[in-house]
């Protein structure tokens, strides 16, 4: 994790919610007023981004004390305390809202993420993440997905080749984006390219990529490319995956099944904070 990146992110959102001053806060609390405040659980799950939420705070304030009762990761009961916060209670009321924003997102991404990996159980499948994120917060979006078990896709446009359907288009064919990529490329990075059908699958093999995707395809289909690919190269499932239907797309013998859900449309889980005495 990059910790500047991350303390910019912080920064430009507390920014984002203050603006010229905490008009309410001002006017009610005194500058020397001290209190002391929980953050706890109002439903289950799996808890990612307290460190997050303590630099919400100490950028603020570094006089406040963060103590995180539990760490990312652990799984969180409704009810359980978090953290604890002491310091100026200005500081407190007016940290709040951006310390949960990003508590609450991190922590739902991080518990249906592990919803998703419960379901690979007793498979060789790993579950990927996506580019499906808040822009300006893909660092916190894939941390997340790391918290809750998953695995991190490419990070973005550069540090792996995807040669998608408008690409393939684009070319002219797969084999053309292959070659047109294998021509230019000096350094060794994976390429991977997404396919619809099994005379896609054919034709990608063929050309000796690292992965091929298998975009959209039903059951049956998938289970005939898995044959067609014999193990000569990794392969991903993609689109519409649920947890209805993900140990199902698993069995069938996929090395990787990528999930935009987790981070696209996720909901934040529900944590609260609460100023027990001032």
Do not use: W
């Not at 910790?3 to 910019?8: D, G, S, T």
């Not at 997050?52 to 760490?71: M, W």
């Not at 093999?205 to 298998?214: E, G, R, S, W």
């Amino acid at each position: 994790m990059n910790k500047k990146e991350i303390l910019k992110i912080v920064k430009i959102a507390l920014q984002e919610d203050i603006g010229s001053g905490d008009i309410t806060t001002n006017l009610i609390v005194s500058n020397n007023q001290k209190g002391f405040a929980t953050i706890y659980a109002k439903e289950d799950g799996i808890v990612a981004g307290l460190f997050v939420a303590r630099l919400v705070f100490k950028t603020l304030d570094d006089k406040i004390i963060f103590k995180a009762l539990t760490e990312d990761g652990n799984k969180i009961s409704c009810g359980e305390k978090l953290a604890e916060i002491k310091g100026n209670l200005k500081s407190l009321l007016t940290g709040e809202r951006v310390a949960l924003n990003f508590l609450q997102r991190m922590s739902g991404i991080a518990t249906i993420t592990s919803k998703f990996v419960k379901q690979l159980e007793g498979t060789n499948t790993r579950l990927l993440d996506t580019r499906k994120t808040v822009p300006g917060l893909r660092m916190l979006d894939k941390y997340s997905v790391k918290i809750g078990g998953g695995t991190n896709h490419r990070f973005g446009l550069y540090d792996m080749v995807l040669i998608k359907d408008n690409h393939i288009k684009a070319a002219g064919s797969i084999t053309k984006a292959i070659t047109l990529v294998k021509s230019k490329l000096k350094n060794k990075i994976k390429i991977e390219v997404e396919t619809t059908n099994l005379e896609e699958v054919k034709e990608a093999l063929a050309n000796k990529v690292d992965i091929i995707m298998l975009d959209n395809m039903s059951i049956d289909t998938m289970k005939e490319a898995i044959k067609l690919i014999n193990g000569k190269v990794k392969t991903e499932a993609s689109g519409n995956i649920t947890l209805e239907n993900i140990r199902e797309i698993a069995l069938t013998g996929v090395d990787f099944i990528s999930v935009g859900a987790l981070t696209h449309s996720v909901k934040a889980l529900d944590i609260s904070m609460k100023i027990e005495n001032v």
